[in-house]
């Protein structure tokens, strides 16, 4: 059997707005909804561009960009040679809504995303021409500059930001090298434990990559057995213990659906994306995943029409594409519903309100039992939220990890690689669940200590229990 490991971890969120009053549904203001492709060198989009948050300028030429880091350290162009180091940086804008009065636009990475809104500046800021001092020690104090303006959970993580600045600066003050920017940040990460927050770092030992809060289970298990074999065993378990023959394993070993005892639909997604076996800069990528899932989906949901319950298993997902994750939420909701409020940090919008339309044909509206754990992270838990918004959800398990936010991608002048969460997901009621994690509404050990893989069979036979005690 051929497992494949999981490897991307970024959600590719709608970028949006800071916490406000009203929710936004879109399009934005000003915005037409129309796309069209840079690539098509429309020269009403050529110019400088200052995003609202996100500390980037952009240079636009006949199809081109180049990218700047801007902030109140000033501005520099992205150093090379980080681009594709990391999901977030494989990622171009391809996209773009332009405004009738051609001042703001909207900048997007692809189809059936949003991205952020950027005001046209009339030249480009003389800070940016000039080369940028690539020392280690403006390349830190950036870093903690990068964090003041962008990181949107301090509070959430009970991080005393000023506090753990002056720490992280006094630990780069006692030893002003590479090696002390190392030692800063890993106090800096340890402390916010935010599995969307990272450090890489290229030094002459190689790449080390800084990141924290992966939650209990997945650091117990590279630790004991590996994540393959327990992956193996998980998928042995239910193919050949619990669910009927003919269960499907599909989309590069990513999604497995089936049923049980021909009454009870189940479905498990390891990853909201992987599942064509592309690159994430391959143009295709987005629509074929897209075209993947739905037809998985399709077949999968046909054989659920007359299911008493559906098991959607989301304890192992990794996260990716949003759109997956509410295209999923979609085949469980016969109206369209008000899945979660985005928001990000420092672009002075209205929150956005993401409103999911029902899948048209293929969907379930039964009763739904959603399985979660610490593992179920980013994508994940934008199905989770969303899911939790329709009255024929049930989550059961153990609360998600807590990390919403698509990475924000930054590149110091010396050429390491920041990625932060600057993104509020919220219920539309407002409540936050970063640091926290989404509790379930019905308590349940899913992958257990003394045998991550027998508890999580074990807590498939308890909900079926359940589904069949309830029918009764």
């Known amino acids: 059997m051929r497992i494949t490991l999981f490897v991307f971890l970024a959600c590719l969120s709608a970028c949006a707005a800071t916490s406000g009053s009203v929710p936004q549904t879109e399009p934005r203001p000003d915005l037409p909804v129309e796309r069209k492709a840079i690539a098509a060198k429309d020269p009403l989009i050529n110019g400088v561009w200052r995003s609202r948050g996100y500390g980037w300028i952009l240079q636009v030429e006949d199809g081109a ?171 042995e378990q239910l193919t050949g213990e619990i669910l009927d023959p003919g269960a499907r394993h599909v989309g590069e070993d990513r999604i497995l659906w089936g049923t049980i005892g021909g009454e009870i639909g189940y479905l498990q997604i390891f990853q909201m994306g992987g599942f064509a076996g592309l ?101 994940g838990e934008i199905a989770t939220l969303s899911l939790r918004q329709l009255p024929n959800v049930t989550q059961v398990g153990q609360p998600t990890r807590g990390a919403f936010s698509t990475p924000l991608a930054k590149i110091l002048p010396n050429g390491w690689i920041v990625e932060l969460a600057n993104e509020t997901f919220s219920a539309p009621d407002g409540e936050v669940f970063a640091g926290r994690g989404i509790p379930p509404q019905k308590p349940l050990d899913v992958f257990s200590e003394a045998d991550p893989v027998a508890s999580h069979g074990d807590a498939i036979r308890a909900i079926v229990a359940l589904i069949r005690e309830t029918d009764d």
């Open 279 to 379: 690159e994430i800069d391959d143009p295709d990528w987005a629509a074929s995943e897209l075209r993947i899932l739905d037809q998985e989906l399709d077949e999968a949901f046909a054989a659920f029409a007359n299911a008493k319950a559906v098991i959607l298993d989301m304890s192992n997902n990794r996260g990716g594409y949003d759109e997956i994750a509410r295209r999923l939420a979609a085949r469980f909701s016969d109206a369209p519903f008000h899945a979660y409020n985005l928001s990000a940090d420092g672009d002075g919008l209205e929150p956005l309100a993401k409103i999911i339309e029902p899948e048209p044909d293929h969907r379930f509206t039964g009763p739904v039992y959603l399985l979660t754990s610490d593992v179920t992270v980013s994508g």
């Open 65 to 235: 960009i180049r990218q700047y880091e801007a902030g109140g350290f000033g501005c520099y162009a992205r150093p090379e040679g980080a681009e594709g180091q990391t999901a977030m940086l494989s990622l171009p804008f391809s996209q773009y809504r332009l405004s009738t009065n051609g001042e703001t636009a909207m900048f997007m990475y692809g189809p059936d995303t949003t991205g952020p809104i950027f005001e046209r500046l009339p030249a480009l800021p003389d800070a940016c021409a000039q080369p940028a001092k690539a020392s280690v020690e403006t390349s830190f104090e950036i870093f903690l500059s990068m964090f003041d303006e962008h990181y949107a959970h301090f509070g959430d993580r009970g991080a005393d930001w000023p506090k753990l600045a002056q720490e992280a600066q006094a630990i780069f003050n006692a030893n002003p090298t590479e090696k002390g920017f190392i030692e800063a940040a890993d106090h800096l990460l340890k402390a916010l434990q935010d599995s969307h927050t990272r450090l890489i770092a290229f030094t002459q030992e190689g790449r080390q990559r800084i990141q924290y809060g992966l939650g209990e289970t997945l650091p117990r298990i590279r630790k004991d057995n590996g994540e393959t074999a327990w992956l193996i065993g998980l998928i």
